[in-house]
């Protein structure tokens, strides 16, 4: 028997989330769970971390792969990544009826007073940055639900991240008084993400490759991605 395959994983859907019972779902946690039973790996075993700790957990050994995470040359320097697995869009969380009546991250910018959210060490944060958006306007959260319940509470006025995550948020939590704007591509084009492995680790890499050569684009691949609001589309523009 060889050792288990950890997998690191966020409280984000509709990647990755427990449901009452500790029970993981999520596209890529249903994902990375069905490489790994594909390359006969002994054991799969889902450890919950925060955003800020994924990479550096990745280079201290807590954990073999990571849920997935926007590609970015920064990134890079410090982890390897598998090919894509997804390719999304930015959206903003905001107020139910979108009172402020954002449309992305410029209009943001041009409000003055409106204060805007991202998680610690996602790429949001330096798109909000470069679409003008002031430095001390920028509110910090380790996780989802923080950030979600600041824009609900009205302490802060948007949250940036990717628009499919907002809609599993919701998903989750209809009754939360919120509601998603896409963020235009003239503001931030699609992007790729992918699972993350240690810079050392070039044998697993290949194998997830290898797994998801087989996997990506096929019924079952489109099945599991349909049930967490991904279309045809979205997994054609993956291919």
């Given at each position: ?46 450890i919950e971390t925060e955003f800020a700790e994924l990479l550096p957990g990745l280079a201290g050994n807590r954990w073999d792969m990571t ?173």
């Open positions: 028997m060889g050792e288990a395959t950890r997998f690191a994983f966020l409280q984000e859907p509709p990647f990755c989330f427990t449901d009452a019972g500790g029970k993981l779902f999520g596209c890529d946690a249903g994902l990375a769970g069905k490489v790994c039973e594909g390359l006969k790996l002994d054991a799969f075993l889902p849920t997935g995470l926007f590609i970015s040359d920064e990134r890079r320097k410090l982890v390897d990544f598998t090919r894509p697995i997804w390719v999304l869009q930015d959206g903003l969380l905001v107020a139910k009826g979108n009172p402020r009546g954002f449309r992305g991250y410029r209009s943001v910018a041009e409000d003055r007073t409106a204060v805007i959210g991202v998680i610690s060490g996602q790429i949001q944060h330096q798109t909000a940055l470069q679409n003008g958006v002031a430095p001390e306007r920028i509110r910090i959260f380790a996780t989802q639900a923080a950030a979600a319940e600041a824009v609900a509470a009205g302490t802060v006025h948007a949250y940036a991240s990717v628009a499919l995550a907002h809609r599993g948020y919701l998903d989750r939590w209809p009754q939360a008084p919120l509601a998603v704007i896409d963020v235009p591509a003239t503001e931030k084009q699609p992007a790729a993400g992918a699972f993350a492995v240690a810079k050392n680790n070039t044998a697993l890499r290949q194998r997830i490759d290898s797994s998801l050569g087989e996997l990506l684009g096929s019924p079952w691949h489109r099945e599991l991605m349909s049930g967490y609001g991904f279309s045809d589309a979205d997994i054609d523009r993956l291919l």
